[in-house]
């Protein structure tokens, strides 16, 4: 199993950046890809980004392709996103997401956390 803590979030003004942060632990040898998503109030949960956990390749939802990265350091665990250039309509609770080798599903889920972009 893969466990996800996440840190990261906070209130900043339009313009301003974060960077959020989400550490594995248990089986994190197994992990494929950190996905990301956030969740605005009344709105479905949407996808941000992934990294592919070895190779580090990425992609990025349209919103936010060339204003957020995502990034990895394999010897802390840890996956980034950064974020840059946020908007009001960039908050949401952030979540991050393991999915494991030979799974197509989501193996494990950060707890989320809030971003609140004021204009």
């Known amino acids: 199993q893969v466990q996800l803590v996440e840190s990261g979030g906070g209130l900043v003004q339009a313009g301003d950046s974060l960077r959020l942060s989400c550490t594995a632990s248990g089986y994190t040898t197994t992990m494929s890809r950190i996905d990301w998503f956030r969740q605005a109030p009344g709105k479905d949960r949407e996808f941000v980004a992934t990294?592919?956990?070895?190779?580090?390749?990425?992609e990025y939802a349209d919103p936010v392709k060339g204003r957020f990265t995502a990034s990895k350091d394999n010897t802390e665990n840890t996956a980034y996103l950064q974020m840059n250039s946020l908007k009001p309509e960039d908050t949401a609770v952030y979540y991050c997401?393991?999915?494991?080798?030979?799974?197509?599903?989501?193996?494990?889920w950060g707890q989320g956390t809030q971003v609140t972009v004021s204009s």
């Open positions: 997401a393991a999915r494991l080798y030979g799974f197509t599903e989501y193996n494990a």
């Open positions: 990294i592919l956990w070895y190779t580090g390749g990425t």
